[in-house]
C-alpha cells in the first residue's frame, strides 16, 4: 500500500507526515484490548484497497523516532496491530504482513537520545504505558514487547472500550485514558468467576465471546460504576447520578 508520502527515515523532522510499514513500529504499551482490535480486523478485512487507504490517510499514527534507530508508536496501538494481523489473514485489500502500511506524524525526532535519556523524555512527555497486560507496574522499558504483533490482551482494557461506546463516559484526549479506566475497574470488579478457579485465563477472556445476556450484564454493571462518586476525577467523567 502506497500514500504517495516519502518514507520515515531516521531524519523525518518532527511534524512531517510520512508512511511506513507497521512491521518497523516499536510499541509504548505491552497490551490492547482484543475485544477493539477484533473489531477492527472486521472491518479492515472487509474494506476495498481505496477505502482501506482512505481510512488511513485521516488516522495517521504519531511516532516518536529515537534509542537506537526505532520508531515508537505512542497511540492508535489498536489500530497497528488490528492492521498486522488483518494482513495475516483473508482481506480485501490485498494487505500482507510484507507490505502492510500506514501513514505516521513524526511528533519529535529525538534519534540523538538514547537509554535512560530517551525514556526518561518519553516518561516525562507521557508517551509511554510502562504496565503489563495484568495492570503490573511500572515495568522496565526492556521488558515492552518490541513488535505490534506481540501487544497482549488485556480484558479491562476491552471493558473500558466496551463503556465507553454505551457512553459510560466521553472520549479524551488524556494519554492513556481508557487505561486508566481500564484499572478503575480492575480494582472493583471480576470479570468471569472460572478466573477464580483457575479454568480461564485473563488473557484468554473476551468479553465478544460471553453469551449476549451475561456481556450486556457485564456491561451494565461497569457502565454504572462510571456514573458513581468513586469515578470522578477520571477522563471523560460524565457526572454521578
Not at 24 to 32: H, I
Request: charged share 25%.
Amino acid at each position: 500500500m502506497d500514500f504517495d508520502l516519502e518514507e520515515c527515515t531516521l531524519k523525518t523532522p518532527g511534524g512531517a507526515f510520512a508512511q511506513l510499514k507497521v512491521k518497523d513500529l516499536s510499541p509504548t504499551q505491552n497490551a490492547v484490548g482484543f475485544d477493539e482490535v477484533n473489531d477492527k480486523v472486521d472491518r479492515f478485512s472487509a474494506r476495498s484497497s481505496s477505502a482501506l487507504k482512505d481510512y488511513l490517510l485521516v488516522h495517521s499514527i504519531p511516532v516518536v523516532i529515537g534509542n537506537g534507530s526505532k520508531f515508537y508508536v505512542i497511540d492508535h496501538h489498536h489500530l497497528a496491530n488490528a492492521l498486522w494481523k488483518a494482513a495475516k489473514g483473508k482481506n480485501k485489500a490485498g494487505l500482507d504482513t510484507a507490505n502492510v502500511t500506514v501513514v505516521v506524524q513524526v511528533m519529535r525526532n529525538w534519534r540523538h537520545l538514547q537509554g535512560y535519556h530517551f525514556w526518561q523524555s518519553m516518561f516525562k512527555a507521557r508517551w509511554v504505558h510502562l504496565f503489563d497486560a495484568n495492570g503490573g507496574g511500572p515495568i522496565s522499558p526492556g521488558n515492552l514487547v518490541s513488535h505490534v504483533k506481540d501487544l497482549r490482551n488485556d480484558p479491562y482494557r476491552s471493558l473500558s472500550w466496551h463503556v465507553r461506546k454505551r457512553y459510560g463516559y466521553m472520549k479524551n484526549p488524556e494519554p492513556f485514558a481508557e487505561f486508566l479506566w481500564a484499572e478503575f475497574f480492575r480494582h472493583r470488579m471480576l470479570l468471569d468467576p472460572r478466573l477464580l478457579k483457575g479454568d480461564i485465563r485473563e488473557e484468554d477472556f473476551l468479553i465478544g465471546g460471553l453469551p449476549e445476556d451475561a456481556r450486556t450484564a457485564l456491561i451494565d454493571k461497569a457502565w454504572n460504576y462510571t456514573r458513581s462518586p468513586e469515578a470522578a476525577g477520571l477522563p471523560g467523567f460524565l457526572g454521578a447520578r
